[in-house]
């Protein structure tokens, strides 16, 4: 990969997100592991993604694990078929209406995923998190196929947010 990330002042506040346990975001980095963003930032500027999907014309996600296998954070995702129904709400984020599980205890996961757009200068990174790719939130706006998979995406999951005790 010949292009560097970066991340801009605007995104680093979202991606902080991730770093932070807040009720903002399901999935967090332990950051006794990847201390902050500006540290995923060297990390996966010295490794290569296992896989890079691409979303549109100038976004891609590029998948990671990390290099020696362990976890490196929780998930925020899971099949909706594993959890009962009680156990989701919805909630409306950013004018869409999401899924959210509640569960006693986020999974572990060595996978973290990153979102970027393709400028001249490099790959901004527009969010990352651990976990595998999601796919994006179906919004009007896409071209019809990716809204389908995409809305097929989101029924079939959740977003998970661990119970407050």
Not at 1 to 28: I, N
Not at 60 to 78: Q, R
Not at 102 to 126: H, K, W
Request: with cysteine; hydrophobic share 40%.
């Amino acid at each position: 990969m010949s292009k560097l990330f970066y991340l801009s002042v605007a995104q680093r506040e979202h991606v902080a997100r991730h770093f932070l346990q807040t009720d903002l975001a399901g999935s967090h980095f332990y950051t006794d592991v990847i201390a902050s963003p500006e540290a995923l930032l060297l990390i996966i500027n010295d490794i290569l993604p296992e896989q890079v999907i691409s979303q549109s014309k100038a976004r891609s996600a590029f998948s990671f694990t990390s290099k020696d296998g362990l976890p490196i954070g929780t998930c925020g995702l899971a099949f909706r078929r594993d959890l009962r129904e009680e156990q989701i709400t919805r909630q409306v984020r950013e004018g869409y209406t999401i899924e959210i599980g509640f569960v006693d205890r986020l999974p572990e996961t060595n996978q973290f995923c990153v979102i970027a757009d393709e400028t001249t200068e490099g790959l901004s990174i527009i969010t990352a998190f651990p976990g595998g790719y999601a796919r994006p939130f179906a919004q009007k706006g896409q071209p019809p196929e990716e809204y389908a998979l995409n809305k097929l995406f989101w029924e079939e999951h959740v977003l998970l947010k661990q119970k407050q005790s």
